[in-house]
């Protein structure tokens, strides 16, 4: 009997540089001996993610989860903060640690991003900033949200994590609100194996965070703030700019793989996939999936489990709801969210990278269409 799982597709796959490329670009680092501390490599990083982002400033830091919390810590806010429970668990998580209090604003049905026009009512004498999330690289409305975060005067923080390298209406996604966070996972689109950086307008901003990925010092003497560690080291900066040198052509590749699912999945009953947004340039980060089971004839998890079975990684992304977790077990009611729990349960992300061949694209829509039952 043949197995199953020889061929094991997983749900991503990190891009990663020639080899060559990549130890020529640390070669440096074991002359000058400087590893951290915002070295040459951080300098050099930061300046072409400006350049290539097409921002003004950017801040870098350890992780996507870091640019959030600090980025937060930074503004000095006190209140409620609306957000989106479809999310990943950092989002979420960034605001309580601050202090700050989540309301959760339900998403719309086909970009799964923050629904603008349930999110004023949302608003109270408490609330002090928006949180929109932009999701599979489908971004908010963006245009609405600013123009109630001026209504009341709010601040706006993007968790961007999701949109590296996009544009809207040929603006850089980092542009947009008081400031943009992103991710460098290794699993993402981009990736600098871990990181994370904040992209702003206002230097105050910028100089805050810049203390605060420091423990808050000042200078030699002098400690303004409590901060954390959250310096992106030499190392990192380093597969960051390896990973910018290839980063267009490994969108074009991912572009193809998203083509070929559509070609296969699209028009068939109990499958929606989503449109491409107009004036965005994608980056195809995600390629989301939602069953309709009396239509399809079979679940999300049905197809999960297939899938599984026949050595294919997906993922419930996002499930469960941020607001259904455990630590915060009684205090939120999901029921404010219905669309966005109804999405949590039909969703499933497909596998998605930029070298998927064309063959194991078409045997995992095979196997995925073999779920469906005739109605």
Known sequence: MADKTANKILVTRSSMPPLEEYVNEIRELWDSHWLTNMGVKHREFQAAL??????????????????????????????????????FASTTHAIVRNGLEPVFCDIEPDTYTMDAEKLERLITDRTCAIMPVHVYGNICNIEEIERIARKYGLKVIYDAAHTFGETYKGKGIGSFGDASCFSFHATKVFNSVEGGAVCYRNPALGAALYELKNFGIHGPEEVS?????AKMNEFCAAMGLCNLRHIDEEISKREAVANRYRERLEGVQGIRIGAVQADVKPNY??????????????SRNEVFQKLAENGIGTRKYFYPLTNTFSAFSGRFDVRETP?????????????????????DVDRICDITLSCKKQQ
């Open 50 to 87: 400006e350049n290539y982002l097409h921002v003004e400033h950017v801040e870098l830091l350890t992780n996507g989860h870091m640019a959030l919390e600090l980025t937060l810590q930074a503004m000095n806010l006190q209140g409620e903060v609306i957000t989106t429970p479809f999310t």
């Open 225 to 229: 703030a409590v901060g954390a560690n």
């Open 285 to 298: 980060a995600y390629f989301p999936v939602v069953f309709e089971p009396k239509k399809f004839g079979a």
């Open 339 to 359: 669309v966005a729990l109804h999405i949590s349960k039909c969703v499933l992300t497909l596998p998605m990278y930029a070298d998927l061949e064309k063959e």
